[in-house]
């Protein structure tokens, strides 16, 4: 059983994204589809005293409403590296991890940024690495895969030898099961549960940025994340 994930990259992802690159063979940056910009693509949350609070990437959208994910602009007019950083360094400056891990994204924060995807990217390589993340990483835009959603999708795990098809459960109100059954591919719904771990403030505040796990608990974080850590509270999947 060959599993792939397939994901559009974020901005500082949460954990069920992590989680499902760990479970996959071959982890898919879906990045040559049309940018959303309600979604999570160039924002995300971390904890505060007071709860949870939005990071939030100013881009360029106007008269752009096709632009794919890949294409995105960072509106150059703002100064958000200071703040984000700011916001990390004042929620996250006493965790236990804060001086082994900021500086790590303090430099990235600190190189003048144009494209979203790059940033994002940058941002997902430092995560992984710190989580020491081994599946190998492809992207969408270089498979040259064509087709309308499910058929692509399909495409993409054929072209990766793929028997099985690891998807988030939001995927249940578009994905076509039976399509990939004909293609000979299984189709497996994450389902993710979200772990309960030490954190900065309480009560315990779920679905944030990864990055809040690991200034958090450190080397820990994979175990947490992946439910291997032994007494693991868990939240029930959306």
């Known amino acids: 059983m060959k599993t792939i994930a397939i994901l559009q990259p974020g901005y500082l992802p949460w954990l069920g994204f992590f989680d499902q690159m760990v479970q996959s063979q071959a982890f898919v940056i879906y990045d040559d589809v049309q940018y959303d910009k309600h979604g999570w693509r160039n924002r995300n949350r971390i904890r505060t005293a007071e709860g949870w609070q939005w990071l939030t990437v100013p881009v360029l959208t106007k008269g752009k409403a096709t632009q794919t994910i890949r294409e995105v602009k960072i509106n150059p007019q703002e100064t958000w590296q200071d703040k984000h950083l700011k916001a990390l360094r004042q929620h996250y400056g006493k965790t236990p991890f804060a001086k082994e891990y900021l500086p790590v994204f303090q430099a990235t924060y600190a190189e003048p940024w144009e494209s979203l995807f790059e940033l994002n990217m940058a941002l997902i390589d430092k995560i992984v690495g710190l989580l020491q993340i081994k599946t190998p990483?492809?992207?969408?835009?270089?498979?040259?895969?064509?087709?309308?959603?499910?058929?692509?999708l399909i495409e993409i795990c054929k072209s990766l030898d793929g028997t099985e098809y690891l998807t988030g459960d939001k995927a249940e109100e578009y994905l076509d099961e039976p399509l990939f059954e004909k293609a000979g591919i299984k189709v497996?719904?994450?389902h993710y549960k979200h772990p309960v771990y030490p954190q900065s403030h309480s009560p315990f505040v779920p679905y944030l940025s990864a990055i809040d796990l690991l200034l958090n608990c450190g080397a820990e974080s994979l175990d947490i994340l992946t439910g291997k850590k032994e007494d693991l509270i868990c939240l029930p999947s959306l």
Request: proline share 0%.
């Open 188 to 190: 497996r719904w994450h």
């Open 137 to 152: 990483i492809f992207f969408s835009s270089q498979m040259n895969v064509h087709g309308e959603r499910t058929e692509r």
